[in-house]
T-cell receptor, first 116, second 113 residues
Framework: GAGVSQTPSNKVTEKGKYVELRCDPI?????LYWYRQSLGQGPEFLIY????????DSGLPNDRFFAVRPEGSVSTLKIQRTERGDSAVYLC??????????????FGPGTRLTVL | GQQVMQIPQYQHVQEGEDFTTYCNSS?????IQWYKQRPGGHPVFLIQ?????EVKKQKRLTFQFGEAKKNSSLHITATQTTDVGTYFC?????????????FGKGTMLLVSP
């Protein structure tokens, strides 16, 4: 595709349920990022993949959050035992890899997660 | 941890007026990026600054990186209604090659015709 895609666009779930959010990055982008954005805030870093491996997962708030990228392309963010505080827009971004620092990140449209 | 602060949080201008948003980091940055997010949209990359004291221009937008590489600014000359949105700076600190950015809270710009 032409850009980063994310599915679903909206997800409503009940407290305690498990959810999976999917990100399909731009073809050829080896770097993939997950962010969480709450109203009135900037994107908050969650995890960064370089290829298949999580290069930096320091932003994951707790062990209920987990992400995978098994083939180095599509990534899935998994949230267990969801809480109302998890409600936010989850953004995925991808970029060309660089060993000298960050490149331009291309963001997807996001998944709006609402936990009732 | 690294903190990136932006001021003002919000600004409302009349079309044709100038606008400036400021970004300050608690630590020295390797580089800084700026993004624009339209209402209901996602962040879109504007520019990256790398060198101390660097100034870059994109039409009516002027970006500066401070000499100490701890602050940056975005100035828009003669705003237009198409400039409406939230402008974020995002700082990169590490030298490990890991590409993690810390975003500020953004400055929301509203332009009245």
């Amino acid at each position: 595709g032409a850009g980063v895609s994310q599915t679903p666009s909206n997800k409503v779930t009940e407290k305690g349920k498990y959810v999976e959010l999917r990100c399909d990055p731009i073809s050829g982008h080896t770097a993939l990022y997950w962010y969480r954005q709450s109203l009135g805030q900037g994107p908050e870093f969650l995890i960064y993949f370089q290829g298949t491996g999580a290069a930096d997962d320091s932003g994951l708030p707790n062990d209920r959050f987990f992400a995978v990228r098994p083939e180095g392309s599509v990534s899935t963010l998994k949230i267990q035992r969801t809480e109302r505080g998890d409600s936010a827009v989850y953004l995925c971004a991808s970029s060309l890899s660089s060993g000298t620092g960050p490149n331009e990140q291309f963001f997807g449209p996001g998944t709006r997660l609402t936990v009732l | 941890g690294q903190q990136v602060m932006q001021i003002p949080q919000y600004q409302h201008v009349q079309e044709g007026e100038d606008f400036t948003t400021y970004c300050n980091s608690s630590t020295t940055l390797s580089n800084i990026q700026w993004y624009k997010q339209r209402p209901g949209g996602h962040p879109v990359f504007l520019i990256q600054l790398v060198k101390s004291g660097e100034v870059k221009k994109q039409k009516r937008l002027t970006f500066q990186f401070g000499e100490a590489k701890k602050n940056s600014s975005l100035h828009i000359t003669a705003t237009q209604t198409t400039d409406v949105g939230t402008y974020f700076c995002a700082g990169y600190k590490g030298n490990s090659g890991y590409s993690t950015l810390t975003f500020g809270k953004g400055t929301m710009l509203l332009v009245s015709p």
